[in-house]
């Protein structure tokens, strides 16, 4: 039994090792200026929490 979790273990990291693939993203700078807005908004705690954004978006569509 454990030769075979040892198995089954060993093919998932191999399955998992096998799909990743590194690639490189290139960002606008409109993209790369709100990345540095969200950072910023992270850094000062100016967060919302999903629940108040839904009941935000359900308002706004109403």
């Given at each position: 039994?454990?030769?075979e979790?040892?198995?089954?273990?060993?093919?998932?990291?191999?399955?998992?090792?096998?799909?990743?693939?590194?690639?490189?993203?290139n960002?606008?700078?409109?993209?790369?200026?709100?990345?540095?807005?969200?950072?910023?908004?992270?850094?000062?705690?100016?967060?919302?929490?999903?629940?108040?954004?839904?009941?935000?978006?359900?308002?706004?569509?109403?």
């Amino acid at each position: 039994m454990i030769s075979e979790n040892s198995q089954l273990l060993a093919t998932i990291e191999k399955i998992l090792t096998s799909t990743e693939v590194e690639e490189k993203v290139n960002l606008t700078s409109e993209q790369i200026e709100m990345l540095m807005m969200s950072e910023s908004d992270i850094e000062n705690n100016r967060l919302i929490l999903e629940e108040d954004l839904e009941k935000q978006d359900e308002k706004w569509l109403k």
